[in-house]
């Protein structure tokens, strides 16, 4: 099985001086063995190494980092969260969450849309241990581990919808399997998957919960057509533009669940939030390292300061000061919600408390990328902004800003607030 046993050539690398640099604490107060550091620590070498100068010309050019999920599958990653009885690493949402969600952080520190766009495969994993049959489960997780398949979910649609939750992609029984027809937005890592997780309802049926179908489509089926609209501010490599579905048979075996099982578990919303986070929290972190690197070596003092070097000038070490404690506490609040949510899949009472706490690192984790990704051009002075486009340092706002307007923060703190005050638990949902 090519997914299980390789190591990429990054793992002969030197680890730098320090695993975390200054700017935030090391990791040892985790609680992580030898054998999961050890993952967190190749994947920490590959994004520093490999994934930079990747992620400025994907960036530029709108492109699928297809060269960084070839590593991954090299290294044994895009199985991270396929349990060990089906040939995978076994790190899931019951499982050691942490693991999973800090391989997402470190990869976002240096490609966000590498982060989001693994968690993004992971999520449909994370929905065939749950809902599959055997035979679904032996089928998809072979389709990763023997050929190196990405995955993507996709639940939203374009214009045309009274609010951002209608669907109005259909699927309808015949001989064998339904047939699908739709379209879908924000269509994440579909311009390098190899099967998509598609949302529909049954057609003639009212659309709701307990009829909503997920429907496994292979990227090249006859009927599927990918539209490469995708152009915006930021997470530009995602490719998550339009794909219309049009008479796409899916047989048995390719539909999961049946209907309306997506609810059947209450964290699946919770976890899918919580890649989010990890992801802006990457952002932060990412743009953390980076300002430090510029102020060292790139930064001037100020005129009227007198000083030789930028780092000895009191405002930018407040500031410096100021976006590592943001980011040190968006670590921690992350990674107490991943083990809070993992504690919550054995034991349901405690989703109320572990889906407040992945909103409450989401919020944090969104504030904090945006923040930091600014204050990086402020550390770093005029000079830095001239050359941006050419060294990527704009992409770390740019992709925060985009990201986190995708699930509005402000109905996360509502749901927290009334959590708090005891007026309600946040609703299980899709989000």
Not at 274 to 301: M, S
Not at 386 to 409: C, E, Q, S
Request: with cysteine; net charge negative; proline share 4%.
């Amino acid at each position: 099985m090519a997914d299980k046993n390789v190591t990429v050539s990054v793992t002969a690398m030197e680890p730098p001086p320090s695993r975390n640099g200054r700017g935030v604490s090391s990791d040892a107060h985790l609680g992580l063995d030898d054998s999961e550091m050890a993952i967190v620590e190749e994947v920490r070498r590959f994004r520093q190494e490999i994934m930079p100068a990747r992620a400025i010309e994907h960036d530029r050019a709108a492109t699928f980092p297809s060269d960084n999920f070839s590593d991954l599958h090299r290294m044994g990653l895009l199985s991270l969260a396929i349990p060990k009885e089906y040939g995978g690493r076994g790190f899931y949402i019951a499982n050691r969450l942490l693991v999973e969600i800090m391989v997402v952080e470190e990869l976002a520190k240096a490609c966000s849309s590498t982060g989001q766009g693994f968690h993004n495969h992971v999520f449909p994993l994370e929905m065939i241990r749950m809902l599959g049959t055997e035979a679904q489960r032996q089928f998809f997780f072979n389709e990763v581990l023997e050929r190196g398949a990405v995955f993507g979910g996709w639940a939203s649609e374009g214009p045309g919808r009274k609010t951002a939750f209608e669907l109005k992609t259909k699927v309808r029984k015949v001989d064998g399997g339904y047939l699908l027809n739709g379209e879908k937005f924000f269509s994440t890592n579909s311009g390098g998957a190899t099967w998509g997780q598609v949302w529909g309802h049954l057609e003639g049926e009212e659309p709701a919960a307990d009829n909503l179908f997920l429907a496994m489509v292979r990227m090249d089926q006859d009927g599927v057509e990918q539209l490469h609209d995708w152009d915006p501010l930021g997470q530009r490599a995602t490719t998550s533009g339009t794909t219309r579905y049009t008479n796409v048979f899916v047989p048995d075996l390719h539909m999961l669940g049946g209907s309306g099982a997506y609810y059947s578990n209450p964290l699946i919303g919770a976890f899918f939030q919580i890649g989010w986070a990890a992801v802006y929290a990457g952002i932060a972190g990412g743009a953390l390292e980076k300002t430090v690197e510029l102020a060292v070596t790139h930064a001037r003092p100020w005129g009227e300061t007198e000083l030789e070097r930028a780092i000895d000038d009191p405002y930018v070490q407040n500031d410096v000061a100021n976006m590592s404690i943001a980011v040190e506490a968006t670590r921690l609040l992350l990674y107490r919600s991943a083990t809070l949510l993992e504690a919550a899949s054995s034991n349901f009472s405690r989703r109320p408390e572990a889906q407040t706490a992945v909103y409450r690192a989401k919020v944090m984790a969104s504030e904090t990328a945006l923040d930091v990704a600014s204050k990086l051009f402020q550390v770093a002075g005029a000079r830095a902004a001239v050359g941006a486009p050419k060294t990527g340092i704009d992409a770390f706002w740019r992709n925060a800003r985009t990201f986190t307007l995708h699930d509005p923060v402000n109905y996360r703190r509502q749901r927290i607030g009334r959590y708090v005050l005891g007026v309600e638990d946040p609703p299980i949902g899709w989000y």
